[in-house]
């Protein structure tokens, strides 16, 4: 079974700021881990996923994250944050073909002019 | 082309109702769920259909009861539900078990 823990709850930040949220996960096999943003009143919204290969991801809207096997994270980043980037993010991670998907608890992203 | 579909986009029912909620796909995706979320908390998986087939139930309540009538749709069919059942009911699909693409949600508000 996996799991997955996001370190921070809720992160305030400033516009043109940069921003990390954290995520670790446990497994005991190989897995695939992937950023979800939800934005209020909408569905999730696939950021970025790590399946295998390069270890440093790139996603929409200017995001990436980086796959550490040691430390077991997978920290997402954003060079310099809009208003727009105002939402809750998911962390996830799946062990592979089983259907199923954890998720952490989710980090309220709140960007101040 | 990753959108899923998800219609109605809100619903209020009474608990004495039976109402449906649907979701379609054109991906080519064999894969669909059904999430139940409550506000600030993550997406709680409900089922998953594989090939068309029931493959995952994760005990849910018998008045929740999904149907796939074919590999582009995805139903779930509600009676007599409870207050604490109101919930944004997601639906998503993914071609084997790894990326899954999410709908908007339908927002379900039981009186």
């Known amino acids: 079974a996996q799991s997955v823990t996001q370190l921070d709850s809720q992160v305030p930040v400033f516009e043109e700021a940069p921003v990390e949220l954290r995520c670790n996960y446990s497994?005991?096999?190989?897995?695939?881990l992937f950023w979800y943003v939800q934005y209020p009143n909408q569905g999730l919204q696939l950021l970025l996923k790590?399946?295998?290969?390069?270890?440093l991801v790139k996603g929409i809207n200017g995001f990436e994250a980086e796959f550490n096997k040691s430390q077991t994270s997978f920290h997402l980043r954003k060079p310099s944050v809009h208003i727009s980037d105002t939402a809750e993010y998911f962390c996830?991670?799946?062990?592979?073909?089983?259907?199923?998907?954890?998720f952490g608890a989710g980090t309220t992203v709140t960007v101040r002019a | 082309d990753t959108e899923v579909t998800q219609t109605p986009k809100h619903l209020v029912m009474g608990m004495t109702n039976k109402k449906s909620l649907k979701c379609e796909q054109h991906?080519?995706?064999?894969?669909m769920y059904w999430y139940k979320q409550k506000a600030k908390k993550p997406p709680e998986l409900m089922f998953v259909?594989?090939?068309?087939?029931?493959?995952i139930n994760e005990s849910v309540p018998s008045r929740f009861s999904p149907e796939c009538p074919n590999s582009s749709l995805l139903n779930l069919h509600l009676h007599a539900l409870q207050p604490e059942d109101s919930a944004l009911y997601l639906c998503?699909?993914?071609?084997?078990?790894?990326?899954?693409?999410f709908g908007p949600g339908t927002r379900l508000t039981v009186l």
């Open positions: 998503a699909s993914s071609q084997t078990g790894d990326t899954q693409y």
């Open positions: 497994s005991s096999v190989s897995v695939y």
């Open positions: 790590y399946l295998s290969g390069s270890t």
């Open positions: 996830a991670v799946s062990g592979g073909n089983d259907y199923k998907l954890s």
């Open positions: 991906m080519g995706h064999r894969a």
């Open positions: 259909y594989s090939y068309e087939k029931l493959s």
